[in-house]
């Protein structure tokens, strides 16, 4: 993997975020439209992408095991250091959960547009597979996190409900759950009627889900908003620092442990040093964190990690 195999991942995706950021600026879309095309991409396109991808994923040649413990258990110590320097980010709860949100949290559609940049499908279904084991727990801990630390009341059911509902842990339970029942469920797919109908349904989500990245990413630019002053110095410091340095420092460190290798090394460190998602300021606005913070802390991430994840994809070479 070289610098020019690098280049033309990122490049095109950094093009893709900046022309989003200019049509929410300059296209004529309004707030509405983007809140839509947004809940298309999550509730819909992702999932279908997920869906289809991890059920037709041939793990058979992949460390799944390792793959799983380096990405579940960088992600652990990304949480457990941001909760330890919770009073060195803020004293304010709602602007912790937006730390916490920064620190931990992932851009599902640059890491997806750069593995499959890097590796073809072989590199979406890795991607894939990095969602199916992150996105849970991700979402359980922020869920936690606002519900303890936020201002919108939700306790018990409403925490389990806002889990157990998330579209894209659904999907790769699905995806996941059809990838393992493929073989044993060969032969009642040899009929003819039946092979067309679940072949029409494959087709139909493999469209859907081809839309999800580029409307993803264009979904990204959009959300992007300028930093504000006063006071958010200290945490997008801190959570920058969490997301950027520590986790991919980390998945480098326990990659090398547990012996994991080529791309699925590779495809893990990407997903462990992406900037957090925009999809955590609707999270933080709709659950009572500090929006406005999240905001900025996903716009110094984005702009950052045009740099640093090069970086950590050339230290991740000797992986490869």
């Known amino acids: 993997m070289d610098p020019t195999t690098i280049a033309s991942a990122l490049v095109p995706t950094a093009l893709l975020i900046g022309f989003g950021a200019l049509l929410r600026r300059q296209g004529g879309f309004g707030e509405p439209f983007w809140s839509g095309v947004e809940g298309l991409t999550y509730n819909f396109l992702l999932p ?40 060195l980010a803020t004293d304010d709860g709602p602007a912790f959960t937006s730390v916490f949100q920064g620190a931990i949290r992932f851009n599902n559609y640059v890491g997806l547009v750069i593995a499959s940049a890097l590796y073809g499908q072989q590199g979406v279904a890795l991607a894939a597979f990095a969602n199916a084991v992150m996105v849970p727990i991700v979402n359980v801990l922020s869920t936690f996190v606002l519900a303890r630390h936020g201002t919108a009341e939700m306790r018990g059911l409403g925490v389990v409900k806002a889990i157990a509902t998330n579209p894209l842990v659904l999907a790769c339970l699905i995806g996941l759950g059809l990838n393992l029942l493929r073989e044993p469920t060969a032969p009642l797919l040899a009929g003819h009627l039946v092979a067309s109908v679940v072949g029409v349904a494959a087709s139909t989500l493999t469209i859907l889900g081809q839309a999800a990245l580029p409307i993803g990413l264009l979904c990204v630019g959009s959300g992007l908003r300028r ?29 090398h442990l547990v012996g994991l290798r080529g791309e699925a090394a590779v495809v893990a460190l990407v997903f462990l040093a992406l900037p957090t998602a925009s999809s955590a300021y609707v999270l933080a606005r709709r659950l009572g964190g500090d929006a406005p913070l999240m905001a900025s802390i996903t716009a110094v991430q984005t702009g950052l990690a045009l740099a640093t994840v090069p970086l950590w994809m050339l230290l991740g070479q000797a992986l490869a």
């Open 48 to 87: 279908a992408l997920f869906v289809v991808t991890l059920a037709r994923a041939d793990f058979g040649s992949v460390q799944v095991g390792a793959l799983a413990l380096v990405l579940a258990g960088t992600t652990l110590v990304g949480a457990t250091v941001t909760t330890l320097l919770h009073r």
């Open 227 to 255: 930093p504000e002053g006063g006071g958010q110095a200290r945490p997008i410091t801190v959570s920058t620092v969490i997301r950027l340095v520590v986790m991919p420092a980390t998945a480098l460190a326990l990659a």
